[in-house]
């Protein structure tokens, strides 16, 4: 089974601030990953397939790069809706996910 | 717009059956896999399996094979999942999500119901 890691675990940011997210896979994965983002009491939400496309209705202050074993989400200028937790999801070996980074307002 | 709506919540004692549904609207049902997905509160995610709603074929992650069973109805555009035999820590909520790829038993999850807690408590 393909392990990701992500980190930080917790992260505490200020809005308008630069927000940079990791997932790490044991093996590599391509580019065979996704990010979501989930808030209290909701489903998640897809915002980054293949590493790097961002799905329809993702802002553009979001973006994904990365490819093999090392991925990164960067949130460019954060926005009081962007406090939530952050998912990587892989796919190219059976499906698992991350444990998830959760962004919090300082 | 893409839609899957699940039922409700469920409370069951260990070892009763529990059945989720999850209804899809906005596309054609038979052209996009789904997939099953659970998360116990405050965790993350784990992986159930696919089923193919066109043709009915699954595929199970081997922690749930002979436990689960992923069935659906094309006439009411429905998928299932079906829990034999549960125990309390199989209390979560479940969710369907779709393959956001045509025909693709692979691909991001582009749309997802909003979740069914199952508590399994005696």
């Known amino acids: 089974e393909i392990v990701l890691t992500q980190s930080p675990a917790t992260l505490s940011l200020s809005p308008g601030e630069r927000a940079t997210l990791s997932c790490r896979a044991s093996?590599?994965?391509?580019?065979?990953l996704a990010w979501y983002q989930q808030k209290p009491g909701q489903a998640p939400r897809l915002l980054i397939y293949d590493a790097s496309h961002r799905a329809t209705g993702t802002p553009t202050r979001f973006s994904g790069s990365g490819s093999g074993t090392d991925f990164t989400l960067t949130i460019s200028r954060l926005e009081p809706e962007d406090f939530a937790v952050y998912y990587c999801?892989?796919?190219?070996?059976?499906?698992?996910f991350g444990q998830g980074t959760r962004l919090e307002i300082k | 717009q893409v839609q899957l709506v699940q039922s409700g919540a469920e409370v069951k004692k260990p070892g009763a059956s529990v059945k989720v549904s999850c209804k899809a609207s906005g596309y054609t049902f038979t052209d996009y896999y789904i997939h099953w997905v659970r998360q116990a509160p405050g965790q993350g995610f784990e992986w159930i399996g696919w089923?193919?709603?066109?043709?009915?074929?699954?595929n199970y992650a081997q922690k749930f094979q002979g436990w689960v069973t992923m069935t659906r109805d094309t006439s009411i555009s429905t998928a299932f999942l079906q829990l034999s035999r549960p125990r309390s820590d199989d209390t979560a909520f479940y969710f369907c999500?779709?393959?956001?790829?045509?025909?693709?038993?692979?691909?991001?999850?582009?749309?997802w119901g909003q979740g069914t807690l199952v508590t399994v408590s005696s």
């Open positions: 999500a779709r393959v956001g790829y045509y025909y693709d038993s692979s691909g991001p999850f582009d749309c």
């Open positions: 089923i193919n709603p066109k043709s009915g074929d699954t």
């Open positions: 093996q590599s994965v391509s580019d065979y």
């Open positions: 999801h892989q796919r190219s070996n059976w499906v698992t």
